[in-house]
């Protein structure tokens, strides 16, 4: 339920006139709560930055977040391409 | 750009869902936003003001837990300040595992992530203050009618330009 109330939260802010861009861990429901711009990670619920005190991952999350804002000129849900497993093959 | 999420049957795994909420957290007023909102940049991510919200039941340990103890959820907000000492953040939320935010806050609200981006320049400035919000909300009109656009309202009177959204 966290994904419909981060949707929803989203959807106000950008009414509000301030572009937004959110983490999604469940496709499904940030797809059908409509947002500006989302990226789906396949991380466990509880770890959208990764693993605790794994700064080297939360970094690339957040990079590539940043990079949605950058790039994005109309509404976008992209999947980012890390694994919880290996996530070392990301750097 | 990375690649787009195949979006092949989202559609009816959120309607089931919706289904699977109403059947068992007495779920009511589904509510999706009417139309995708979509604002561009107003200026380049170097120059801009960002803030943060979560949804991963993030408060200080001097403000209110949310309310998780009844089916009703919790609609409220709190605020955080930029500059907080991170070991007074609590994780009130019983529909996840919080244990990887209780060692770690940055794994649901980065501060750090964020502290680093405007010290290399990517980002203008950190917002003055983020929100800390607990996103089981069977019934989601609340939120939707009143918190959302009252979070805007914080965000917008403190001069944020962009918002960043993570669930728990």
Redesign the interface.
């Known amino acids: 339920?966290?994904?419909?109330?981060?949707?929803?939260?989203?959807?106000?802010?950008?009414?509000?006139?301030?572009?937004?861009?959110?983490?999604?861990?469940?496709?499904?429901?940030t797809?059908?709560?409509?947002?500006?711009?989302a990226?789906?990670v396949r991380f466990?619920?509880?770890?959208?930055?990764?693993?605790?005190?794994h700064?080297e991952q939360?970094?690339l999350v957040?990079?590539?977040?940043?990079?949605?804002?950058?790039?994005?000129?109309?509404?976008?849900?992209?999947?980012?391409?890390y694994r919880w497993k290996r996530w070392e093959k990301w750097l | 750009m990375p690649n787009p999420v195949d979006t092949t049957g989202l559609q009816e795994k959120f309607d089931a869902w919706i289904g699977f909420v109403e059947a068992n957290h007495h779920g009511k007023n589904n509510r999706i936003n009417d139309e995708i909102a979509f604002q561009p940049l107003k200026k380049p991510l170097s120059e801009s003001t960002v803030a943060l919200v979560t949804t991963a039941g993030a408060h200080l340990d001097d403000q209110p837990p949310f309310h998780v103890e009844t089916v009703a959820g919790d609609a409220g907000y709190r605020q955080i300040p930029h500059d907080v000492d991170q070991s007074k953040l609590r994780f009130t939320h019983t529909h996840y595992d919080t244990s990887s935010a209780e060692i770690d806050p940055n794994v649901v609200l980065p501060i750090d992530r964020l502290n680093e981006a405007v010290a290399a320049g990517r980002v203008g400035a950190a917002a003055p203050f983020h929100m800390g919000m607990m996103g089981f909300n069977p019934d989601p009109s609340e939120l939707q009618d009143v918190s959302g656009p009252a979070v805007a309202g914080q965000f917008s009177d403190a001069g944020v330009d962009i918002v960043l959204l993570v669930p728990g």
């Not at chain 1, 339920?1 to 429901?29: D, F, K, N, W, Y």
């Not at chain 1, 949605?68 to 980012?80: N, S």
Request: charged fraction near 20%; include cysteine; proline fraction near 11%.
């Open positions: 339920m966290c994904h419909r109330s981060v949707g929803l939260v989203q959807g106000a802010i950008e009414r509000a006139g301030m572009p937004t861009a959110s983490l999604s861990l469940r496709p499904e429901i797809f059908g709560v409509r947002v500006s711009r990226a789906y466990p619920m509880g770890n959208p930055f990764g693993e605790p005190d700064p939360g970094r957040f990079g590539a977040l940043l990079d949605l804002l950058e790039d994005a000129t109309g509404p976008e849900f992209v999947e980012l391409p």
